[in-house]
């Protein structure tokens, strides 16, 4: 296991890991007159948590006390932090978590193994990072099996009054409303969402939709210029 950058291989053994086929769901539902039950509305997923057993793999000469306290510095992160699993670093998969049942180590310390609970609020492995080029209508393949919000770099093809970027297997886009030269460096984070003119916030049409890739093949439009199209594969389950 690495957890906010620290290998504990070393020191733990932390090959059994226990979570859920998939995060559980929350369904939101509107009532509606006339009709029976309820009317589906969405479903987002919920966090995601992780079960680590940890054993120690200490020496009889080893200085406990010290090795004690080493861990629990590199187990105390105050934020999200990067964690790869025993059972995924073949695949290049981590999660972003948060260790959240610190309790679990008092038992550590007495009887040489734990389990540590991670929740992972963003149920979704990061996998590779991916990259392509667009200009004009272009394909992009993308890997992993959910979707990803890329970030698009823009340099445009000349002076123009407004620039588009079309998913044209959904009719989504973004549409940035202000005049741009070649000189200029449009950046456009489909996760933030937000889009930039050289470092400055740059306002976007109404009917702009930040959108995401979708697993496999993708069909991108750009009115001017090339883009440059990176994203993080994103696995489920």
């Known amino acids: 296991m690495i957890y906010n950058g ?5 020191w733990f053994d932390t090959r059994l890991v ?11 539902t509107r009532d509606v007159p006339g009709q029976p039950g309820s009317r589906f509305m969405r479903a987002e997923l919920k966090p995601l948590t992780i079960d680590v057993a940890a054993a120690w793999r200490a020496r009889p000469t080893d ?5 004690r306290r080493l861990m629990a510095s590199r187990l105390l992160c105050l934020k999200e ?3 790869w699993l025993d059972d995924e670093r073949h695949l290049g998969l981590r999660y972003m978590a948060v260790l959240t049942s610190p309790g679990a180590l008092d038992t550590l310390w007495h009887t040489g193994e734990a389990t540590l609970t991670f929740t992972a609020y963003d149920p979704v492995a990061y996998g590779a990072e991916g990259r392509a080029t667009v200009s004009g209508t272009s394909g992009v393949q993308v890997g992993g099996t959910f979707r990803t919000y890329p970030t698009v770099t823009v340099r445009p093809g000349g002076s123009t009054s407004a620039l588009r970027l079309t998913n044209m297997g959904t009719g989504e886009f973004v549409q ?7 000189s200029s ?10 889009a930039t003119v050289d470092g400055s916030p740059a306002p976007v049409t109404f009917e702009s939709d930040f959108f995401p890739l979708e697993p496999g093949a993708n069909s991108l439009k750009l009115s001017s210029g090339t883009a440059t199209v ?6 489920v389950g």
């Open 6 to 10: 620290f290998d504990f291989a070393p």
């Open 18 to 28: 226990t979570r859920s086929l998939l995060p559980e769901y929350e369904i939101a």
């Open 63 to 67: 200085d406990m006390a010290a090795l």
């Open 81 to 83: 932090a990067e964690l």
């Open 176 to 182: 940035i409303d202000k005049a741009v030269t070649a």
């Open 185 to 194: 460096t449009v950046v456009i984070d489909m996760a933030a969402p937000q």
């Open 230 to 235: 990176q994203w993080t594969e994103r696995y």
